[in-house]
């Protein structure tokens, strides 16, 4: 399926959940790998904020471009960030879905409010 590039700049986008090991097989606790380096892959969860509205996502990103010093509920940026529906069967029923990953994960500024008083 075809790859979305998600343009961030006019977003907020806050960590909501600290990085962990992205899991392939929940039975054996294999860790999921990145198809092409054979990296390790993580999670993250953020809300991403842009125009007023809101939304709870979850993030893969490889262990190396997680960066040091990520606070939970502090902004964050994803260089990167790209989308990719999906669509499975399992156990007969068909699920779809969005599925985004980034290149890393990076502490950020807060944006700079326009009209603030000082």
């Known amino acids: 399926m075809r790859t979305i590039r998600v343009e961030t700049s006019a977003a907020t986008i806050l960590l909501t959940e600290a990085p962990e090991p992205k899991v392939r097989d929940r ?25 007023g509205e809101s939304s709870l996502i979850k993030v893969t990103v490889p262990e ?17 960030l790209v989308a990719r529906p999906w669509e499975s069967v399992f156990n007969g029923q068909q699920r779809h879905g969005i599925a985004y990953r980034a290149a890393a994960v990076t502490p950020a500024a807060f944006p700079a409010v326009s009209g603030a008083a000082a």
Not at 65 to 73: C, R
Request: no cysteine; net charge negative; glycine share 20%.
């Open 64 to 80: 190396g471009g997680v960066s040091e010093g990520l606070i939970l509920g502090s902004p964050v940026s994803l260089p990167g």
């Open 27 to 51: 039975q054996t606790g294999e860790i999921a790998k990145d198809a092409t380096s054979g990296e390790a892959l993580m999670t993250i969860g953020v809300v991403y904020i842009e125009d």
